[in-house]
C-alpha cells in the first residue's frame, strides 16, 4: 500500500505518475474490506469515491492546478451532515434518514478536492468515551481487538 508522509509527497506521486487517485481510493476500499471486522464503517461510498477519482485523475491529466487536499481519501464520523446520504449517528432512531445539506467542515474538504469514501461508526449520538454503545455494533481496536478503539469516535 502507498504510504506518504505529507500531502505535498501525495501529490508529487500523483504528478510524476508515481500513483493516481484511483489506485489509492481502490487500495483503501480493499483495506475497509480486509477489516470488515473492525466494524469500522457503517457506509462505504465505492462508486462514488472511485468515481470522484477518475474525474480528479482526467483533471490533473488536463494540467489542471491541484487543489489542497486533491485526492487525499477522508473517511468522516456518522454524525456529520453529507447531503444526499445517510446519517445514523450509530442510532435506529435515524435509520433511513437522508441528510439534507452538507456540514460546513465537510464542504470545505470538499471544495479541495478531498474523496470522502465513507461514514464511520462511532458511540450512539458521539456520546460515549469506548465506541462500544452504537446500534451497529462496537468497533475493534485494530492493534488489540481486546482494547476499546479509544473515545467516541472509535471507527
Known sequence: MYTYSTILQYHAALQNGGTS????????LTEIENHKDLNAFVEVYATEARQKAKELDENRKAGN?????????????????YKNHSIKA????????TC????????????EDAIIIGNC??????MGSSNE???????LN???KEKVPGGSSGG
Open 90 to 97: 450509530a442510532s435506529k432512531m435515524l435509520e433511513g434518514y
Open 142 to 144: 485494530p492493534h488489540n
Open 65 to 81: 492546478p491541484l487543489n489542497k487536499l486533491h485526492g487525499v481519501v477522508i473517511a468522516i464520523k456518522d454524525v456529520i451532515s
Open 121 to 126: 461508526n462511532c458511540d450512539e449520538f458521539a
Open 133 to 139: 454503545n452504537s446500534a451497529y455494533g462496537k468497533v
Open 21 to 28: 487517485c484511483e489506485e489509492v481510493v481502490n487500495q483503501y
Open 100 to 111: 439534507q445539506y452538507t456540514a460546513s467542515a465537510l464542504q470545505f474538504l470538499i471544495d
